[in-house]
């Protein structure tokens, strides 16, 4: 069993439409959660991290569900450069160190 | 200020050939670290380091080596290249954003072992 699970995808939606991604992790010993972006070819790049009171920037939603070790990604009115690879990412130190990545979940918006 | 950077971009090797992926950063962190990213199984950590004189190892560390003389670099090298390793590899560095420590990527070097 993968440590983070995700769906890869595709999700193809037209722009301004409302998308949900969602993730499990295995080890319930997790304390950092994060979700970054992947363009393609290109590295990833910190989207948001994810709080157990959940958290919002801008049109992005992060929730963390500890107890179900499920975590979800909003986005809301979606835009042509929201296209990207979006990876869930977990670790198990208090910080952003030894991250263990999800394999992403794939999102085209259309015009 | 480049961020991380790695060279070199691509690379081929033959079986059995020995190379160093070559990563710096120039925002004077004491984190960094090396990932492999390969089709439909997500980013790797191979090696990491908390500092100069100091590293460890990952989720996939064999057949690397890594070392660490200055903050500013992490050179990765492959001993003897298999095809098991063609991958894209990752270099980054840890720092603090807005009281938040958070991983910078370098743009990656795409590996082809032949």
């Known amino acids: 069993r993968k440590e983070v699970e995700q769906d890869p995808g595709p999700f193809n939606v037209p722009e301004g439409a409302t998308v949900a991604f969602n993730c499990t992790y295995s080890?319930?010993?997790?304390?950092?959660f994060f979700w970054y972006r992947q363009d393609c070819r290109k590295e990833p790049k910190l989207l948001m991290s994810?709080?157990?009171s959940g958290n919002e920037d801008g049109r992005f939603t992060a929730q963390l569900n500890r107890a179900s070790q499920y975590i979800s990604l909003l986005i809301r009115d979606s835009k042509l450069s929201d296209s990207a690879t979006y990876l869930c990412?977990?670790?198990?130190?208090?910080?952003?160190?030894?991250?263990?990545f999800g394999s992403g979940t794939q999102l085209t918006v259309l015009p | 200020n480049a961020g991380v950077t790695q060279t070199p971009k691509f690379q081929v090797l033959k079986t059995g050939q020995s190379m160093t992926l070559q990563c710096a950063q120039d925002?004077?962190?004491?984190?960094m670290s090396w990932y492999r990213q390969d089709p439909g199984m997500g980013l790797r950590l191979i090696h990491y380091?908390?500092?100069?004189?100091?590293?460890d190892q990952g989720e996939v560390p064999n057949g690397y080596n890594v070392s660490r003389s200055t903050t500013e670099d992490f050179p990765l090298r492959l001993l003897s290249a298999a095809p098991s390793q063609t991958s894209v590899y990752f270099c980054?560095?840890?720092?603090?954003?807005?009281?938040?420590?958070?991983?910078?990527f370098g743009p990656g070097t795409r590996l082809l072992v032949l």
């Open positions: 994810v709080y157990s």
């Open positions: 980054a560095s840890g720092g603090t954003v807005r009281f938040q420590e958070t991983q910078y």
């Open positions: 080890n319930s010993a997790s304390q950092s």
């Open positions: 990412v977990v670790s198990l130190s208090g910080s952003a160190r030894q991250l263990t």
């Open positions: 925002m004077n962190h004491e984190y």
């Open positions: 380091s908390v500092g100069a004189g100091i590293t």
